[in-house]
């Protein structure tokens, strides 16, 4: 399953830097203008997951093969882009294509950096980019909500029934409530997705501070905690220069001497992939062999067919049963061998709900 992330904010806010450092490229142009990016930028990085490399060590795998995430680098929005300022139309295009927001708030005073709006507050610059996603929003469902109820006249009952739920997100939007503060019964998830409404998408914030912040935040990261707690939404503190400095160094070694030496643990994309799995429900399950250990992503509360059918159709139409060995028992009893040894393997069907960490070997046959 892939995990699609669009990273937007206003100019300025740190958006490219952050982009350049989580996937250690300088494919984004970062800088001290706005429209710099104009194209988005597109980025894929390994997910780090420590567990990986006990489980290769412990099945004697000759490589290691993570999961990954795409990042989006979308240009920077403003004021009025729901009517197409600043390029709005084209960049709120791009956001209509992701999973998730990541949305980069800048935390930061620094008098070298303008800022479009001419001063920093974090709060202000959410609702800005947050308003103009809802009134995009507001215009693309009134016009489908028009071409549906002219189908509807057909006597269609589960097309009178999509456009009524449509008009509740509607009204909400009217209202200046995100369409995903609307509740979603199971049989509209599937209209509802084929809205593309940007504001149906999760909503990550990253607070972006100076380095002396970075472990602790500041005041204007404490303003974003209330507000994204008042959202329901997830927030992170990382300080983009210092992700940028960590995607140039060339060990693991390095990397881990550079953050203690900041008085920090880990990098700031690990909180966001963490903060990121938590957004969209996602959990990580893994195949070990002698050639590989890897990392797979799927849906929390997926079944082993669905599972299996993230490394291959083959694999789910074909599904027999999928031997499990729970991540602890395969560690403690030092690989598959052990744990079949003492018991700890187990034969489970169809209906086995896939938990995190798992490692699984899957019977099919097609």
């Avoid at 709120?92 to 999973?99: F, M, T």
């Avoid at 409530?177 to 909503?203: G, H, I, W, Y």
Wanted: charged residues 25%; aromatic residues 6%.
């Amino acid at each position: 399953m892939g995990f699609n992330c669009g990273i937007v904010g206003l100019p300025n806010v740190g958006k490219s830097t952050t982009f350049n450092a989580l996937t250690a490229t300088a494919a984004a142009q970062a800088a001290n203008f706005p429209f710099c990016t104009i194209e988005p930028n597109v980025g894929r990085v390994g997910v780090p997951d420590e567990r990986l490399q006990k489980l290769a060590d412990a099945g004697k795998s000759k490589s290691i093969i993570p999961t990954q995430l795409e990042f989006v680098d979308i240009a920077g929005l403003v004021k009025g882009a729901s009517k197409g300022e600043g390029l709005g139309n084209k960049f709120l295009s791009n956001i209509r294509q992701v999973d998730a927001i990541i949305h980069v708030l800048r935390c930061f005073e620094d008098e070298n950096v303008t800022h479009v709006e001419g001063s920093v507050d974090p709060v202000r610059d959410a609702e800005i980019i947050e308003t103009e996603l809802m009134l995009a929003d507001l215009e693309s469902i009134e016009r489908q909500i028009d071409a549906m109820s002219k189908k509807a006249k057909s006597g269609d009952k589960a097309l009178k029934s999509q456009v009524e739920f449509m008009q509740k997100i509607h009204a909400a939007l009217a209202e200046g409530k995100p369409a995903r503060s609307v509740a979603v019964p199971e049989d509209m998830e599937k209209a509802v997705r084929e809205l593309f409404l940007m504001t149906t998408k999760p909503m990550l914030y990253v607070c972006n501070v100076l380095e002396n912040d970075a472990e602790n935040g500041n005041a204007l990261t404490e303003k974003v905690a209330s507000m994204a707690k008042e959202k329901n939404y997830e927030y992170v503190i990382i300080c983009a220069e210092i992700e940028s400095q960590i995607a140039q160094l060339a060990s693991e070694d390095e990397k881990k001497e550079f953050l203690e030496s900041l008085g920090l643990s880990e990098p700031g994309l690990n909180k966001i992939i963490r903060a990121g799995y938590k957004l969209l429900g996602l959990e990580t399950y893994f195949t070990v062999g002698p050639k590989e250990t890897r990392a797979w992503t799927i849906p929390v509360e997926c079944k082993a067919p669905q599972a299996a059918g993230v490394i291959h159709t083959d694999f789910e139409r074909g599904f027999i049963r999928a031997e499990v060995i729970a991540y602890d028992d395969y560690i403690s009893c030092n690989g598959e061998q052990g744990a079949k040894d003492q018991g700890k393997m187990r034969s489970e069907g169809k209906e086995y709900v896939v938990q995190d960490g798992d490692v699984i070997l899957f019977r099919f046959n097609v």
